[in-house]
């Protein structure tokens, strides 16, 4: 990583845990807190604009996706998430819908070559894909490789078309408080236009806390997606108002839009 990067990076990280109160955990070590987000004034069905209804479990079948359709439309959920040999099935259902669909790319390790996650992409967006998440080089952000870490979010970024969302993954159960202020600068220097909080298949969910970091990094220019682990109304009102623009559920999603 060159000295420029170097500066950057501290000077983000700076700027962004000055305006957190630090207090000490439970270890001793200072870590920021922040305060509750008041809650927006949002109705179920307009949470459900927020919402990716996703199913990405290995052992799901053709009649999953067929369910996952039907709910997005009664539903109108913002779009679904599906690994990337169902996206040509998911997008003949939906097709003329509006809703958006969605292939998850890497997942959920994040540990593969730039060139397959790129192919990857290219595969799911021939079929169909309109959004892409990709799951980060975990690994490489944490031996502080920044560098590989930047050019494998681009190696995605260049498979995509000029329209397609693209997401990036951090898995923050894997990251200090640094590691995700660097991978949410580094998405954002790559071109993506969303960093998301988790696979949900490592352990971790999304937290307020984790949220309003990552919308304190990246700005209103990008997007940020809280995924996985929000069950209810109330906890997906205030991971919005924590400053989510999507919200990734799967077997909550209609809970949440009965306002339960």
Same mark, same amino acid.
């Given at each position: 990583?060159?000295?420029?990067?170097?500066?950057?990076?501290?000077?983000?990280?700076?700027?962004?845990?000055?305006?957190?109160?630090?207090?000490?955990?439970?270890?001793?070590?200072?870590?920021?807190?922040?305060?509750?987000?008041?809650?927006?004034?949002?109705?179920?069905?307009?949470?459900? +604009?927020? !919402?990716?209804? $996703? %199913?990405?479990?290995?052992?799901?079948?053709?009649?999953?996706?067929?369910? =996952?359709?039907?709910? &997005?439309?009664?539903?109108?959920?913002?779009?679904?998430?599906?690994?990337?040999?169902?996206?040509?099935?998911?997008?003949?259902?939906?097709?003329?819908?509006?809703?958006?669909?969605?292939?998850?790319?890497?997942?959920?390790?994040?540990?593969?070559?730039?060139?397959?996650?790129?192919?990857?992409?290219?595969?799911?967006?021939?079929?169909?894909?309109?959004?892409?998440?990709?799951?980060?080089?975990?690994?490489?952000?944490?031996?502080?490789?920044?560098?590989?870490?930047?050019?494998?979010?681009?190696?995605?970024?260049?498979?995509?078309?000029?329209?397609?969302?693209? +997401?990036? !993954?951090?898995? $923050? %159960?894997?990251?200090?408080?640094?590691?995700?202020?660097?991978?949410?600068? =580094?998405?954002?220097? &790559?071109?993506?236009?969303?960093?998301?909080?988790?696979?949900?298949?490592?352990?971790?969910?999304?937290?307020?806390?984790?949220?309003?970091?990552?919308?304190?990094?990246?700005?209103?220019?990008?997007?940020?997606?809280?995924?996985?682990?929000?069950?209810?109304?109330?906890?997906?009102?205030?991971?919005?108002?924590?400053?989510?623009?999507?919200?990734?559920?799967?077997?909550?999603?209609?809970?949440?839009?009965?306002?339960?």
């Amino acid at each position: 990583m060159s000295m420029d990067q170097q500066q950057l990076i501290a000077k983000v990280v700076a700027e962004v845990l000055s305006r957190f109160v630090q207090t000490p955990g439970a270890t001793g070590v200072l870590e920021p807190t922040v305060s509750a987000p008041a809650l927006p004034s949002l109705s179920p069905s307009q949470v459900a +604009k927020y !919402i990716d209804h $996703t %199913v990405l479990k290995p052992q799901a079948t053709t009649l999953a996706y067929d369910k =996952l359709c039907q709910e &997005a439309l009664t539903h109108r959920f913002f779009g679904v998430c599906v690994n990337s040999s169902w996206v040509s099935s998911v997008a003949r259902k939906l097709q003329g819908s509006g809703i958006h669909v969605c292939s998850v790319v890497g997942f959920p390790l994040g540990a593969m070559t730039s060139r397959a996650k790129a192919f990857e992409t290219r595969e799911a967006i021939s079929d169909g894909a309109v959004e892409i998440d990709m799951v980060i080089n975990v690994g490489l952000l944490k031996h502080g490789d920044y560098h590989a870490v930047e050019e494998d979010i681009r190696a995605v970024r260049r498979a995509t078309r000029p329209d397609t969302i693209l +997401k990036v !993954i951090i898995e $923050t %159960v894997f990251l200090t408080e640094q590691e995700k202020i660097i991978a949410c600068e =580094l998405s954002k220097k &790559a071109g993506a236009d969303f960093v998301k909080t988790c696979t949900g298949f490592m352990g971790g969910v999304a937290t307020v806390e984790d949220v309003a970091l990552m919308r304190r990094v990246v700005g209103p220019e990008m997007g940020v997606k809280a995924s996985t682990g929000v069950k209810t109304y109330k906890e997906a009102l205030s991971m919005i108002g924590a400053g989510a623009t999507r919200l990734g559920t799967g077997s909550t999603s209609l809970a949440i839009v009965a306002g339960t």
